[in-house]
């Protein structure tokens, strides 16, 4: 198993523990650059890497925790026959008349419950939706609770997933998520490269105490780490603010865009739209009904986990889709003609382009559902490391000053002792890295701004001090 980055030391002593060899070509002066890059970035960077791998932690757990605090509302006793989805509903709608169903996930297990998702309620949030729990055995609300995302987050999972992703903050929170996954695997990848130029070195001084034998345990925490860390770094980018956006439009331009199936309704005319619109509306039933729906849809082939949608107005369509994330996945979609039950359009997973599916894959195993309780504890695994490398790397900084003041910093300057023909292309490279991943190219720009600045005033410092 892998991940994790090495993130907030300056990694190597600077009293040397085995010699410096002499240049070995372009790329030796590298080090110093990546070693300063890595101290200042983890410095920085870590007490945000610190809230995400601490809620990520908590996340990861809250999934078998939900099991247990809402075990009432999600699982029942195994009966004879499950009642039709129409009079499920109805029974939610007995329970709770408020707002308008958008949503139905008929029980896709035996013990399981149904949910009705009932949005516009009053005191449930416009990004969430009420879900009431029904028996389907009996037609029994076993209780309402609110619900967001599409795993079905209830609310112990869903406050822990918002602060985990926007500090409970709103949209302006989510850079703080964005800037941690931004530097993530900069930050790891810097580690790995400061550990295998040194490898022969730390093998030296395992064993020892004080700040080498932190910076032992650190390396080699990390290196194992690394790969989970660029991992979780790559696909948080995929759905953050500003990284995200650039993905998505680099997705659609290459033709990788995630498919979606049409809701336009093809049967009928007008009159086939006055028949779906003749509904009950706010319960979700138009047209032919629920239970004809479903049925259209377990006739293509899709089995459970289901949810349905109701159609938006008098000329759309059913959507039946899939939402089974664990392996093997379920994605399959299907457009239901409400006033016909005729499937008007399919999608399925099987035909997703490659970059989709890629997506696909990766938010869920970032999110811990694909493998079910054996992802939940690498991920558990992968935070709990990079909580100890964080602490191990602000440990080395403060025995790096001999335990009476913090670590002395890096020297600057490293950046000019690279080659030009090797530091030209580097930078091009950073700046177009930078532009599709703003919050690591904006602050990585202000560190070199500032880092030139503060070189200019101690080389005029140092003019005027002989003086």
Request: charged letters at 15%; proline letters at 7%.
């Amino acid at each position: 198993m892998s991940t994790a980055p090495p993130t907030t030391t300056d990694e190597a002593p600077q009293e040397a523990v085995a010699p410096a060899p002499k240049s070995r070509g372009p790329w030796a002066p590298l080090r110093p650059l990546v070693l300063r890059l890595h101290f200042y970035a983890g410095l920085f960077v870590a007490p945000f890497l610190l809230v995400a791998a601490v809620t990520g932690f908590l996340y990861a757990g809250a999934f078998q925790a939900e099991k247990l605090v809402y075990s009432h509302e999600m699982t029942v006793p195994v009966g004879e026959t499950k009642l039709p989805i129409s009079e499920q509903v109805d029974a939610a709608r007995e329970a709770h008349p408020e707002g308008t169903v958008s949503a139905v996930r008929p029980s896709p297990e035996a013990d399981a419950t149904t949910r009705v998702m009932l949005s516009g309620v009053e005191g449930v949030a416009s990004t969430h939706t009420l879900a009431v729990f029904v028996d389907p055995y009996t037609g029994k609300v076993r209780g309402a609770l609110e619900q967001y995302g599409s795993t079905g987050a209830l609310p112990l999972r869903t406050w822990i997933d918002e602060f985990h992703r926007d500090l409970h903050l709103g949209e302006n929170g989510r850079l703080y998520s964005e800037l941690a996954a931004s530097w993530l695997w900069v930050i790891s990848g810097g580690g790995v490269v400061l550990w295998f130029s040194r490898r022969r070195a730390l093998r030296k001084v395992r064993g020892t105490s004080g700040r080498r034998r932190t910076l032992g345990l650190h390396g080699t925490v990390g290196v194992w780490a690394a790969a989970g860390f660029f991992f979780l770094s790559a696909t948080g980018l995929t759905w953050s603010a500003y990284a995200g956006a650039n993905i998505d439009e680099l997705r659609t331009s290459l033709g990788q865009a995630t498919p979606s199936v049409s809701a336009a309704a093809s049967g009928g005319g007008e009159h086939a739209g006055h028949d779906a619109a003749s509904g009950t509306g706010g319960d979700g039933e138009h047209g032919v009904g629920l239970d004809k729906i479903l049925a259209a849809a377990r006739a293509k082939g899709l089995g459970d986990p289901v949810e349905m949608v109701p159609p938006a107005d008098a000329s759309s369509a059913y959507v039946v889709r899939q939402v089974q994330r664990s392996w093997p996945e379920k994605q399959d979609a299907v457009a239901v003609d409400p006033a016909t039950g005729e499937v008007t359009d399919t999608v399925r997973f099987a035909d997703y382009p490659l970059l989709a599916k890629l997506t696909r894959w990766g938010i869920d195993l970032h999110t811990g559902v694909l493998f079910g309780l054996v992802n939940q504890l690498a991920l558990m695994l992968l935070a709990l490391s990079l909580i100890l490398l964080i602490v191990w790397g602000y440990r080395m900084w403060w025995q790096r000053g001999r335990g009476n003041a913090f670590g002395r910093p890096i020297p600057r300057g490293a950046w000019a002792q690279v080659p030009p023909y090797v530091l030209v292309p580097l930078m091009a490279a950073v700046a177009v890295v930078g532009y599709f991943v703003p919050l690591l190219g904006i602050p990585l720009a202000a560190f070199l701004v500032v880092d030139v600045v503060l070189g200019e005033i101690a080389h005029r410092r140092g003019l005027r001090t002989p003086a």
